[in-house]
């Protein structure tokens, strides 16, 4: 990397973000690093992810990144460094263990994450994806998990992508490494939507915002009973589930919803 180019990175902050009527905009702004997952990049994601969590105007997140590539997954350059140290293996664990504090950080977020992706998402970028609540890409968007290509199969990536896509399809991505478009992904699970890059802002907003106008006490609800009852058994899962619905009931914004509902006019959410 030239000086000039270190100095303009250093100068540049590793996040941008933006709020609108309760969307909040994060993009990853490392194109020249492929907005690979860094200790530096993962820092600054849980850190603006916890301060979007706090803060009540937000309702959505949207998760974008600059450049061609929406994440390369881990910085090899960083893990090949500390080889020189105890042969890698603290910081190695270290690193793995906050990739994943990140990802589980995301899924027990009280709101909707949304990536979207406009570039190639592979390794732990593709996991990253995997780990939003929803993914929408435009239509050269591509998605991939090559580590077995280089002797390091994508584990932890792995535990994302089966929770997404079909088991068979899940190990197709892992064992042959190789890279598949966004028709195929959409197929598979990985992501919800394809949109040509002209229409992507447009789009994604209009998406984002409806999801936004919901209430955010049931966004809330919601969210933290999908992925709880993922791991229970049926039974469970109902019992879990029908007692979420009871405590749902008892919430000012269902009464205030249903209300809405049958006296045919817009609610008006107090998010309690």
């Known amino acids: 990397m030239s000086?000039?180019?270190a100095n303009d990175e250093a100068q540049k902050p590793m996040l941008s973000t933006?709020?609108?009527e309760g969307v909040y905009r994060i993009v990853m702004q490392r194109p020249e690093r492929m907005n690979s997952l860094s200790t530096e990049m993962m820092t600054a994601l849980s850190g603006e992810l916890t301060r979007a969590a706090e803060n009540p105007d937000i309702r959505v997140i949207l998760l974008g990144a600059e450049g061609k590539v929406f994440c390369a997954g881990h910085d090899l350059k960083e893990l090949t460094s500390a080889r020189a140290e105890d042969g890698g293996k603290a910081t190695f664990e270290r690193i793995m263990r906050q990739c994943s504090d990140l990802m589980q950080q995301i899924v027990h977020l009280p709101k909707p994450v949304i990536a979207v992706v406009t570039g190639v998402a592979t390794a732990a970028g593709c996991q990253l994806v995997a780990s939003c609540d929803l993914a929408i890409a435009t239509d050269t968007a591509t998605?991939?998990?090559?580590g077995v290509n280089i002797g390091l199969f994508c584990s932890t990536p792995m535990v994302a992508l089966s929770r997404n896509v079909a088991p068979k399809q899940a190990m197709e991505m892992l064992l042959t490494g190789e890279a598949i478009d966004a028709s195929t992904a959409k197929e598979f699970g990985l992501i919800n939507r394809i949109v040509p890059r002209d229409y992507l802002e447009q789009i994604v907003?209009?998406?984002a915002e409806v999801i936004a106008s919901k209430s955010a006490k049931t966004l809330m609800i919601g969210k933290e009973a999908f992925y709880r009852q993922l791991e229970m058994p049926l039974s469970e899962a109902y019992d879990f589930a029908a007692q979420t619905m009871v405590e749902n009931m008892m919430a000012k914004d269902a009464e205030e919803?249903?209300?809405?509902?049958?006296?045919k006019r817009k609610p008006e959410w107090t998010d309690g």
């Open 257 to 263: 919803g249903i209300s809405a509902f049958l006296q």
């Open 143 to 146: 998605f991939c998990t090559p």
């Open 205 to 207: 907003q209009k998406y």
């Open 3 to 5: 000086e000039i180019a």
């Open 18 to 20: 933006l709020l609108h």
